[in-house]
């Protein structure tokens, strides 16, 4: 049987960095899943299809097979058999993946649908914001990770201006509470915590005091 560990929770909680930290502690795979939506916009893209063209769409989803594994410790996300690392994290396919084919119902069922099956096969950590509720109902361990948004957007503002982009944290702080808002108010899978999750507030926590939280929630571990 594989050990499925669920972080859900709102943007810039950190959910990608603990996941994949905590993933590599375990020995377990990370699951990204939007890497995984970004593969299905890249095939999309490769295909023309149109966000109007539904019987398109339903078509193209069926004949793309997204995975993710490992190649010299990197993870590899894998579209029809194909490493597509370096073309899937382009301006123009995230923001195709933003606009519309995270919010497509048939994208959606299908992605669900893969990911189902990695989580089945192998242990795994995913992160994102229904996994939890949607993908991963009956998850061994199910935690949803936050933070104020003040704390969020100090966290990003340190990221930019860190690389040299000048930016306005009050800004980047109203944008998160907007995508909060939108997350958990949209129509399919909307963000919200399970029931049976743990709640784990970052705000005043170091990533490895995270990583071993969740860590201690796993098999009863202490």
Known sequence: MSYQIAIDGPAGAGKSTIARKLAKQKGFIYVDTGAMYRAMAYYFLKKEVSPDD???????????????????GEQ??????????????????????????SKNPGVRERLTALQKELARTHDVVMDGRDIGTCVLPHADVKVYLTASAAVRAKRRYDELTAKGVACDIRQIEED???????????????????????????????????????????????
Do not use: F, H
């Open 54 to 72: 539904i019987p398109s769409i339903e078509k193209r989803c069926m004949e793309a097979d997204i995975t993710i594994g490992y190649e010299n």
């Open 76 to 101: 590899v996300v894998y579209l029809n058999g194909e490493n597509v690392n370096g073309v899937i994290r382009t301006e123009e396919v995230g923001n195709m993946t933003s606009s519309w084919v």
């Open 176 to 222: 998160i509470v907007l995508r909060d808002k939108q997350d958990m108010n949209r129509e399919i899978a909307p963000l919200k915590q399970a029931a049976d999750a743990v709640l784990v507030d970052s705000s005043d926590m170091t990533i490895d005091e995270v990583v071993t939280a969740i860590s201690n929630l796993c098999r009863g571990e202490s």
